[in-house]
């Protein structure tokens, strides 16, 4: 009888990290200009300039709106497959601590806490450097892993 004992799998380093977030990156243009025409439709429906005050409610809800369409990419993509093309095309993937896929509160706020740890000069990316697991800081807060396929044959 043959019993297999499955090894986990690495954790992802931080050079596959960034590259599948600039693979990414042309992804979230897209979605961009898609929200930018959503914004400039419904800015030409209400016939008023939002643009115009420099520190108006109303551009800060566009923000906001545009991170919750970043966000909902994210976890959309992590919740069904537990990656992202720019993820898939460097052989990464997120998986839950305990599971192999991350919860949806998990992924949500893995979707908050990772661009701050790139805003704050990428020091919550960088702590997988000093990381006894090779985990960034987000990986450790919202108990997520990002880990290394192994090459398919």
């Not at 914004?39 to 008023?48: A, I, N, Q, S």
Request: glycine fraction near 6%; proline fraction near 5%.
């Amino acid at each position: 009888m043959n019993i297999e004992t499955t090894q986990p799998l690495p954790t992802a380093n931080l050079l596959r990290r960034l590259m599948a977030m600039i693979y990414d990156m042309f992804l979230l243009m897209g979605i961009s200009f898609a929200y930018g025409i959503i914004v400039l439709l419904l800015r030409l429906l209400f016939g008023e300039d939002t643009m115009e005050a420099p520190h108006s409610m109303v551009q800060l809800i566009i923000a906001i709106g545009l991170w919750f369409c970043y966000a909902l990419f994210y976890v959309w993509c992590w919740r069904r497959t537990g990656q992202t093309l720019g993820m898939k095309s460097w052989r990464i993937q997120l998986q839950g601590r305990n599971q192999p896929t991350p919860s949806w509160q998990e992924c949500w706020l893995r979707s908050v806490l990772a661009p701050l740890s790139l805003m704050a000069l990428g020091i919550g990316y960088f702590w997988c450097l000093i990381d006894k697991n090779g985990h960034c800081l987000h990986d450790n807060l919202s108990n997520t892993q990002v880990v290394l396929l192994p090459k398919k044959s």
